[in-house]
Structure formats: C-alpha cells, structure tokens
C-alpha cells in the first residue's frame, strides 16, 4: 500500500467517525430526557397524562410514570414549585383515566366530574406522605 493511499484512507475514516460522531451527539440531545426518578435515580421519569386544576393559583396534576423501573406517581406543579408523591399502582391507574376522561384537561374553569374530583382530593397535599422535589 502506497503512502498516497494509506493517507487518504485514514483520511476517510476520521471523517466517517466524525460524522458518526455528529449523528450520535445530534441523537442525544434530541431524546427527551426525563425528569429524575426518586425511586431508581434515572432521567427517565415522564409526564403521562396532565390536568390544570382550578385554585388561587392554577395547579398542574400529572400522572407520572418511570420508563426504567415500576415507580409510579403524581406530581403537582406550581408556579412555585414542581413535587410528587408516589401513588400505588391502582391510585395511578385511577388517576390517569380520570385525566382521560375529563373533555377539557387544560382548562382550570372546566366543571366535568373528574375536574371536581381531582381538585377535592389534589388542593390540600398536606396529609401526603412520600413528597419528593422534581427538579
Ligand atoms: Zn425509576
Ligand atoms: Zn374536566
């Protein structure tokens, strides 16, 4: 193999590596990355299902879920603050269909029975036990 060929050669492959290089990291800024699972640490918890609940200051109810390990939750989101609870699998259940029942999820003024519901038992926390910060 002649120097001439040896070089172009390794020319090209810094090349192809360098676009594998560019396609990987375009890659992995584009995957969502998750929200931090209490449970297994990883980014990897999600927002499955959403509904604004009526208050003095609207509230965000979320159904969460970990795409990495069996941790389920609820997280209520504030202009203030961003937190959750964990949520037995059943609770987790009833609370994502209830958001997928409700006609208007972003809407805080919409009057349909699972707005009502969620905003009794979601507008006092207090007696919740588990609450963990989402950051
Ligand atoms: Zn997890
Ligand atoms: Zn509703």
Redesign the pocket.
Known sequence: MSARVFLGALVAVVLALRLLYSIVRRRRRAEPSGLR?P????Q??VVTAAIVLPGSSPLDLEALA?R??T?RGAGVRTSDDHVGYPLPPLEWGRLSSAILRCPSPRDPACTCAEHLREGRVWTDTRAREGRFVID
Not at 39 to 42: F, G, P
């Open positions: 699972c449970a297994c640490q990883a990897r918890l970990c990495r390990c941790f």
